[in-house]
């Protein structure tokens, strides 16, 4: 198999329209305090989330707004009568829901102007006594006290895209109480090759015969556009071709922001059919652990019969956010990387290689993805 180079310095945002730098109102404008400056990197991406129709299909995707509604009842009693912080709470939905379930004091972070909204629903609410709606940065931000909590959705496509993880761990590093919970508290990114005839036809076949003009001379250029940037969409378990591979676990209780700078990970599964290779599928699972679950409960690395195994011994008590494609669809999809040829491998055959994912630095928001299929 040939090695295959896919550098994704994706210009998609997470479930969000592409706002054009000027858009939007000034904070002043809005009647919000003015937040520390911001690269034009940050600028442009903590303006994008003042669009509204982002925080809809957020909070409209029943899977990820349930699943943090459970983990919080299910850690009442770390929360009742604690200090929490939410980085980047967005509407303030989650910061609710902890003032809710009885949290004494949340800080609710958001660095885009959504912040105003933010504000209106806590008073609408009548939890002004309880959250306290901060504009700016976690990192630019002072607190006044430490927190025991820290709550965040951070997940981008892919888990990693927007690169939101260090924030939540500068905000561990600086305001977190040693014991304190993270919600959530780990995640596992996956990956399997995958097989996807229709995808393939419909975007690289289909030049050869267009209304009956012979349009070859565009499918270089169409392999080229399929395969130069990952592609968010959603595929179903039929599409998977082998046990999914770990590409790397993240413990938020430990891991850290240089870390997260570079990951390389090698991977070797076995096909479980005769079929072509179109390219490699991403998805991720995101656990709501105690501290004291994590360095016992959580190995660094699973093959594929310990990922069915730790499946099947989950409790019913036990909250995981899923994007799997076996698992009820979210707004996330799954990302897939699709070669500019398909491989075609045999039944039982090994497919092997690496991946490595690293922060662009052009804009660290994006994400380089380096995939080799040997």
Request: hydrophobic fraction near 40%.
């Amino acid at each position: 198999m040939l090695p295959s180079h896919l550098n994704g310095h994706s210009a998609l945002g997470r479930r969000r329209p592409r706002l054009s730098a000027a858009a939007g109102e000034s904070p002043a404008a809005a009647g919000v305090e003015a937040a520390a400056p911001l690269e034009e990197h940050d600028r442009i991406y903590f303006q994008a989330y003042s669009h509204l129709g982002i925080h809809e299909t957020m909070i409209k995707d029943r899977v990820r707004t349930d699943a943090y509604h459970a983990a919080i009842m299910r850690h009442q009693k770390f929360i009742e009568g604690k200090v929490v912080l939410d980085v980047g709470c967005g509407t303030g939905i989650l910061s609710v829901f902890c003032a809710r379930a009885g949290a004494k004091r949340v800080y609710a972070v958001e660095a885009c102007e959504i912040v105003v909204q933010a504000r209106e629903i806590v008073k609408a609410n009548n939890l002004t006594d309880q959250i306290v709606v901060i504009h700016g940065r976690v990192e630019d931000v002072d607190l006044e006290e430490k927190v025991d909590v820290i709550i965040s959705e951070w997940m981008g496509y892919m888990l990693l895209y927007e690169s939101m993880l260090p924030s939540v761990l500068f905000a561990r590093d600086k305001w977190l109480k040693p014991g304190g919970l993270i919600l959530p508290s780990h995640a596992t990114l996956f990956m399997a090759p995958v097989t996807n005839r229709e995808r393939y036809e419909d975007s690289v076949d289909f030049w050869r015969d267009v209304y009956g003009i012979n349009m070859s001379a565009l499918v270089p250029l169409a392999k080229k556009f399929t395969s130069e940037e990952p592609s968010i969409e959603t595929i179903g378990g039929e599409n998977v071709i082998s046990w999914p591979s770990v590409f790397k676990r993240f413990d938020c209780y430990n891991f850290t922001a240089e870390e997260f700078k570079s990951i390389t990970s090698k991977y070797k599964v076995s096909s479980m059919m005769l079929a072509p290779i179109h390219g490699f599928g991403f998805w991720f699972e995101v656990e709501f652990n105690e501290p004291i679950e994590s360095s016992h409960n959580f190995p660094s690395s699973l093959d594929p019969l310990e990922i069915i195994q730790k499946k099947r011994r989950r409790s019913s008590e036990d909250i995981v956010l899923s994007t799997a494609p076996e698992d009820e669809p979210t707004h996330w999809q799954q990302t897939i990387l699709y070669f500019p040829d398909p491989i075609e491998v045999k039944q039982d055959q090994i497919i092997e290689g690496s991946v490595t994912v690293s922060q662009s630095e052009e804009n660290p928001r994006f994400l380089n993805i380096h995939l080799e299929c040997l």
